[in-house]
């Protein structure tokens, strides 16, 4: 069993929480993730490592709240624990080498791209980051992506706040103004991946993207996570999760991912029968309850 040590949360749909896992914390590095199972019927469920403590022996994880599994997991506070907590998986981001870096991120991505970020700026690389989300009130890690860059630029679609416009722009802008990046890392919806790394091909700048497949195991076996990159079969556990996003077909990786929005959404609905039927039971307690409570006053009244 995982100890959740801390609980934030960012914003309504996101939370961040740390994670009693020192094995983990002391080999863990950017871009590498975990696989949680809050409980033995729970799913398996890859989240990209955000942050670690060796010292403390913490994992931070951020998550958004979207699935049965997460949900259930954005529910659970400090002091509980959870059953299966798995890594480090997959191959650490590339930090060595680049000295001019700009780091992307799109909503719940930059907890993904923040890790990124930290390795490089640590290592001695000037650090430009785009944050970008859809409005002023998801913002996240503002603080945090601002301690480990050079540069932060926050972009908001609605203009609510920062600048306003599309992470693509600003990279664009970025580019024309002459910054030479001699890597772009980008971290967010896929379609947002697919458009900068297509803002990025004509510079031949390499551009790095990290992807999120659907993932069983984890370690190559199930094949779940396959993405064709190159005109190649790879599998994201253990040949990524970084790939080159001038080579990856975003296309099929975005058909693979809808396969089962309709069992994804008949899961989020589903109520199990033993619960239903013991949340109809204590409402007919109730209702029998205030029916003898009402018969009672007025026999009381009569008298």
């Known amino acids: 069993m995982f100890k959740i040590v801390a609980k934030r949360q960012l914003n309504e749909a996101v939370t961040l929480m740390e994670i009693d896992a020192p094995y983990i914390a002391a080999k ?3 871009g590498q993730f975990i696989i949680f199972r809050v409980d033995e019927y729970g799913e398996r469920i890859p989240l990209t490592i955000a942050d670690t403590d060796p010292e403390k022996g913490t994992v931070t994880i951020i998550f958004q709240a979207v699935g049965t599994s997460t949900r259930t997991l954005a529910q ?3 002091g509980d624990a959870i059953l299966d907590f798995v890594g480090p998986l997959g191959n650490a981001t590339e930090i060595e080498g680049y000295k001019n870096v700009c780091v992307v991120g799109g909503g719940v991505g930059c907890a993904i791209a923040y890790p990124s970020a930290k390795a490089l700026h640590k290592a001695g690389a000037h650090v430009d980051m785009i944050a970008g989300f859809r409005n002023k009130d998801i913002v ?6 601002k301690a480990v860059s050079d540069n932060l630029y926050v972009t908001t679609d609605d203009g609510s706040y920062g600048e306003k416009g599309f992470v693509t722009n600003k990279l664009q802008s970025l580019i024309d103004a002459g910054n030479k990046y001699d890597l772009v890392i980008a971290i967010g919806p896929i379609p947002m991946m697919k458009f900068l790394a297509e803002v990025t091909r004509p510079y031949g700048i390499k551009t790095l993207v990290s992807l999120n497949p659907i993932m069983i195991d984890g370690t190559g076996m ?3 996570c396959r993405v064709t990159v190159g005109g190649k079969i790879r599998f994201a556990c253990v040949d990524g999760p970084d ?4 080579e990856v077909d975003f296309d099929e990786l975005m058909r693979r991912n809808s396969y089962y929005k309709a069992q994804e959404r008949e899961s989020a609905n589903h109520e199990c ?6 949340k109809a039971a204590e409402a007919a ?7 003898i409570e009402t018969a009672a006053s007025f026999t009381k009244e009569e008298k």
């Not at 996240?140 to 992506?145: A, F, S, V, W, Y």
């Not at 790939?243 to 001038?246: L, T």
């Open 28 to 30: 863990a590095k950017a």
């Open 140 to 145: 996240i890690l503002e603080e945090e992506m």
């Open 222 to 224: 199930c094949g779940g």
């Open 76 to 78: 659970m506070e400090e």
């Open 285 to 291: 307690a109730e209702t029998l309850t205030a029916g």
């Open 243 to 246: 790939f080159d996003g001038h």
């Open 273 to 278: 029968r033993i619960i239903k039927a013991g």
